[in-house]
């Protein structure tokens, strides 16, 4: 029985999956080769891994198919010490803020990110620790996420990293309340509406400006 053969240059592009992802940079546009793309995919998939590709990101990153993942992540929780239900709450957050609107299409090509202040804004509150300000308890918690790439900071903004994509997303709002949902999505809209309002108001007020200068 012969062995499978495999494109080298297949070989190459999953031997650089090792950490479950790779920047789109360093493959170029995987895409534009079909026939590669889809030996790339067919490859992996022998191993048992899904190949995603998220629009408007700049990583390719791979999972464990449902069949073979076998409480992956619940694992990957219990053997890292210090990543508790806290992380798991702000996992939970930041995945509907960052990653829904990329599943659903709202936010179209615009940046999807968020801040420490919108963060402890409208969820500080809930992550009240001892004596800790919420804005340092979230920071803290934050810190973890990053070590793990669940998030990226880049000029104090929050993006989703790679770790965040390869979450089984079906899967994970599932175990999400409804409320909780609800809660965080009006949040979200809010946050949108005052930003809106603001956006206006200035817009307004530089009118009026502009209207009260005398003529020359």
Not at 112 to 123: F, G, R, S
Request: proline share 3%; charged share 25%; aromatic share 12%.
């Amino acid at each position: 029985m012969e062995g499978i053969v495999v494109n080298p240059e297949v070989q190459r592009i999953c031997a650089l999956f090792h950490y479950g992802w790779i920047s789109k940079e360093s493959v170029g546009t995987l895409e534009k080769n079909l026939t590669l793309y889809r030996e790339v995919q067919q490859t992996l998939a022998m191993m048992g891994y899904e190949l995603i590709n998220f629009p408007n990101c700049e990583w390719y990153v791979i999972r464990l198919k449902k069949q073979f993942d076998d409480d992956a992540f619940e694992k990957f929780q219990r053997k890292n010490n210090g990543f508790n239900k806290r992380h798991m709450a702000l996992i939970t957050i930041l995945f509907i803020k960052l990653i829904m609107p990329r599943l659903t299409g709202n936010y179209g090509n615009q940046e999807v990110y968020t801040t420490l202040d919108e963060l402890t804004l409208n969820y500080g509150d809930k992550f009240r620790f001892r004596r800790m300000s919420p804005r340092h308890s979230i920071e803290s918690l934050i810190k973890m996420l990053k070590k793990h790439w669940f998030v990226i900071e880049v000029d104090y903004r929050y993006y989703a990293g790679p770790a965040m994509f390869m979450l089984h997303y079906h899967e994970y709002l599932q175990g999400v309340t409804q409320d909780m949902l609800q809660e965080m999505m009006d949040a979200t809209q809010q946050v949108t509406r005052d930003l809106s309002e603001d956006q206006q108001r200035t817009a307004t007020e530089a009118d009026l400006t502009v209207e009260g200068e005398p003529s020359e």
